[in-house]
């Protein structure tokens, strides 16, 4: 049996966060979505299957995995996964046949003479619904604030597969509040003094590599990226970042995709944060809304209401904030956006590349600036920009000139 | 008698800029001369382009570095509207 990983239509109701990487690369728990699938299966050979215009830029990143190559996968049952689901182990299959939750494909076993037939993901899912299925209680995410809500369970699962050691410096002045058994300090990372780890509501993941300043307090469940560095922060329950964050101030159930700086005191809440973002000191976003009514966001030229009562920000890669931005309840911003929101709020959705400063979104300095700054900010965490990835921004430059027009237009 | 296209470009860079129209000569640089700021450059783009009722790619507008230029370049824009 092979694995193919797959990425559906549904790529841009997650939306900022999936203009740059495949829905199964967003994160929930200790892992992105596809290492959560990839763990249910070792040793089986792996394919990724997303969207052609992230094609070039997934086949770089992921040089051992073919990526929308039906051919690699020939010779061999295909076990086809939905990208979007959230599986837990350990998952037993051995029929041909589909699994569905209500009427979304969780996975489906292809048989090899038939998948062999099929030319892409529209024939794949056609003979998984061709196939006897049965029910299974599954999610399968619909959305980033679903990320969001799950995080704090799947960090309590993802636990195990770290479990209660530590292999690096806990210094003998910081605590751990709680049951002692539920704190993970990885190879090389570093607890200050005077740091609480809080295991009261659940389990402290700090990964490798990891530096916990002084002062810092981390409410479990929670789960610290390697290499990522906390200033003294107060970290709340149900929080995961991804690799080389730079976080301080008050961050509570929220998920920070990876590279990302939030320095300084300012607070984010039920947000979903990318990859390169910079959040200006004292940068807040509400998650609540004054009359505890549910959180609507403006996605895909309409708003949708997300049924939940605490939903933050959804902040596109590339994104800097200036110092003393404020962010309504359930705002997108899109990627590489400069948002300078002291003084004004900024309108619940910014469209990609936009410039929003005194009040306005206005057209910015062009893509070749954004880029530059894209290279320095890369260049300083030693990463650059891949060609592919300047091609893919250019892409949906050009494809979002429009609403971006749009949003000029209005603010005049 | 309508206004010339130098005319009303001399008003716009005035009043964004808030310098006197005297000011506002043709060799006259954003920067260096009428003391633009970043974001007013960006501003001074958005008020041509209501002004004149035209679409400026921002890298474009952003190479014009005299009120002169500004004038050829939004000149050339309308003959090609």
């Known amino acids: 049996m092979k694995l193919l990983i797959y990425e559906d239509g549904k790529f841009d109701n997650f939306y900022p966060l999936t203009y740059l990487r495949a829905s199964w690369e967003l994160r929930c728990g200790a892992f992105s979505l596809r290492q959560r699938i990839e763990q249910l299966f070792p040793g089986v050979q792996v394919g990724l299957w997303a969207r052609d215009l992230l094609v070039p830029v997934l086949r770089r990143r992921y040089p051992d995995r073919p990526v929308n190559d039906l051919d690699a996968l020939k010779g061999d049952d295909v076990l086809l996964v ?3 689901a959230l599986l837990t182990g350990p998952v037993d299959v051995r029929d041909i046949g589909a699994v569905k939750s209500g009427e979304e494909l969780v996975y489906a076993l292809l048989p090899k003479e038939k998948a062999a037939e099929c030319s892409g993901l529209e024939d794949l899912l056609a003979l998984a619904e061709s196939l006897p299925s049965e029910q299974k209680d599954v999610r399968v995410v619909q959305y980033l604030w679903d990320l969001v809500s799950e995080n704090p369970n799947f960090i309590e ?8 050691k530590v292999l690096g410096k806990l210094h003998p002045t910081a605590v751990v509040y709680g049951p002692e058994d539920r704190v993970y300090i ?17 389990p402290v993941i700090v990964d490798r590599g990891v530096e916990v300043h002084p002062f810092t307090r981390i409410e479990g469940p929670s789960y610290i990226g390697p290499d990522c560095i906390l200033l003294g922060a107060k970290i709340r329950e149900g929080c995961s970042f991804g690799p080389v964050c730079r976080i301080g101030g008050e961050v509570e159930e929220s998920i920070v995709q990876g590279y990302s700086n939030k320095y300084h005191d300012g607070f984010l809440g039920h947000a979903y944060v990318g990859e390169w973002v910079n959040l200006g000191a004292l940068t807040t976003n509400s998650d609540l809304k004054n009359d505890y009514s549910t ?8 708003w949708v209401d997300t049924g939940e009562l605490k939903v933050g920000a959804f902040i596109g890669d590339h994104t800097k904030t200036s ?17 300078v929101g002291a003084g ?8 990609p590349f936009s410039l929003f400063v005194n009040g306005k979104i206005m057209k910015g300095f062009g893509l070749k ?3 530059e700054i894209a290279r320095t900010a890369m260049g300083r965490r030693k990463m650059e920009l891949s060609p592919e990835e300047e091609a893919l921004l250019k892409a949906i430059y050009d494809a979002t000139k429009g609403e971006r027009a749009e949003a000029v237009k209005k603010f005049r | 008698m309508s206004q010339s296209v130098a005319e009303r470009v001399k008003k716009v860079v005035a009043r964004q800029l808030r310098v006197p129209i005297e000011r506002v000569t043709e060799e006259a ?21 209501e002004e004149f009722d035209i679409e400026m790619d921002e890298e474009e507008a952003l190479q014009v570095k005299t009120v002169g230029g500004a004038i050829e370049y939004i000149s050339r824009l309308l003959e090609n509207k």
């Open chain 1, 82 to 84: 939905n990208g979007r």
């Open chain 1, 157 to 164: 699962r993802d636990f195990d597969r770290f479990g209660p």
């Open chain 1, 186 to 202: 990885g190879e090389g990372a570093e607890v200050h003094p005077y740091v609480v780890l809080d295991t009261r509501g659940g």
């Open chain 1, 295 to 302: 959180v609507q966001v403006y996605l895909k030229g309409q």
């Open chain 1, 323 to 339: 110092i003393g931005t404020l962010l309504n309840t359930g705002t997108i911003i899109g990627i590489m956006c400069n948002i």
């Open chain 1, 344 to 351: 004004a709020l900024p309108p619940k959705y910014v469209p």
């Open chain 1, 369 to 371: 600036y954004l880029l």
């Open chain 2, 29 to 49: 640089r954003f920067v260096e001369d009428l003391g633009a700021e970043s974001i007013q450059s960006l501003e001074l783009v958005m008020a041509f382009e």
